[in-house]
């Protein structure tokens, strides 16, 4: 079974910009769609972005469109989430989670990652 693990996460200034990595142990396969996802201080969980495995196109949730950038590098079975302008409300503990759709809720993922906390200061 695939294991995810995340890092890149930390505590940054508010206007800088961070890179997440999500690397999976164990195959993704090309019906698989990776996620990254964020949960806030007494919040629900929130979709990020998705990257189809088989092809790359991505998808993103209209609150980060323009700021956050989702890639990856498949020799190095790694996602990534380029983070850019980050703002207070930014902070977070943000997870990579995988599903067979873009934009599943983070129940639907059949795997899922512990986290990478991100603190964005003001």
């Known amino acids: 079974q695939v294991q995810l693990e995340e890092s890149g996460g930390g505590l940054v200034q508010a206007g800088d910009s961070l890179r997440l990595s999500c690397v999976a142990s164990?195959?993704?396969?090309?019906?698989?769609?990776v996620g990254w996802y964020r949960q806030a201080p007494g919040k629900d969980y929130q979709y990020l972005a998705a990257?189809?495995?088989?092809?790359?196109?991505?998808y993103y949730a209209d609150s980060v469109k323009g700021r956050f950038t989702i890639s990856f590098e498949k020799s190095k079975n790694t996602v990534y989430l380029q983070m850019n302008n980050l703002k207070s409300e930014d902070t977070a503990n943000y997870y990579c989670?995988?599903?067979?759709?873009?934009?599943?809720?983070?129940?639907?993922?059949?795997?899922r990652g512990q986290g990478t906390q991100v603190t964005v200061s003001s």
């Open positions: 989670a995988i599903s067979t759709s873009p934009g599943s809720t983070w129940r639907e993922n059949f795997r």
């Open positions: 164990g195959r993704i396969y090309s019906s698989h769609v």
């Open positions: 990257i189809r495995w088989s092809n790359g196109l991505t």
